[in-house]
């Protein structure tokens, strides 16, 4: 696994539980424009405790194989969280498939960062994992995640009926998917 990989304008790492300061940041400053899409969250959520106890669960799902979670930086900005590229769920032979999910400060829409930073994160995972197919759930509402995954080369596969509970809600999702193009020759 690269802890560290770039693109031409970004940094995309890997966080241990010291950079809890600088990801509770992140979520407490978009905090309104992340919750209409996610799972409510726990109470403590925005607290140093919760966010050093999930950069920790997730270095050991890392370490295991189970997930891929790279955060974000300009790199002429690279104290600054400006999103985070996860790749989960992650499935052996005989899918070697994942899921994907993403999600960009507000600050930083429609300047290429999403698009730049998940294209590198498929790449990667292509190359490394050896996933064959991976899939992405949106609502069929956000229609940024939508133009996002379309231009990504995801296809449509169809709808998933209420597929996960957002803000409180069971809410439908499209499922999208892209497959490793080494793959189809």
């Known amino acids: 696994m690269q802890h560290t990989c770039e ?11 010291e950079a809890a300061p600088m990801v509770l940041s992140f979520y407490e400053e978009n905090r309104s ?14 607290t140093l405790f ?16 189970k997930l891929l979670r790279y955060w974000v930086f300009r790199k002429d900005n690279p104290d600054e969280i400006i999103g985070t590229v996860c ?8 899918y070697l498939s994942c ?7 507000y600050k930083y829409n429609h300047k290429g960062y999403a698009y730049e930073s998940i294209q590198r994160g ?13 899939e ?5 509402n956000n229609e940024p995640s939508l133009r996002l995954i379309k231009r990504l080369d995801f296809v449509y596969e169809g709808i ?9 809600q069971w809410a439908d999702h499209q499922r999208y998917a892209l497959i490793n193009p080494s793959d189809k020759e």
């Open 7 to 17: 693109t031409s304008r970004l940094i995309l790492k890997t966080l241990g539980k």
């Open 33 to 46: 424009s992340f919750e209409p899409w996610e799972p409510k969250r726990p109470n403590n959520f925005y």
């Open 50 to 65: 919760y966010q050093k106890a999930s950069l920790s669960a997730e270095y050991h799902q890392m370490a295991e194989g």
């Open 87 to 94: 790749f989960q769920n992650f499935l052996r032979a005989p």
């Open 99 to 105: 899921s994907l999910g993403y999600k960009y400060g």
């Open 122 to 134: 498929i790449r990667l995972v292509w190359d490394e994992y050896k996933i064959h197919r991976i």
């Open 136 to 140: 992405a759930f949106i609502m069929p």
């Open 160 to 168: 998933c009926y209420s597929y996960a509970c957002i803000n409180g």
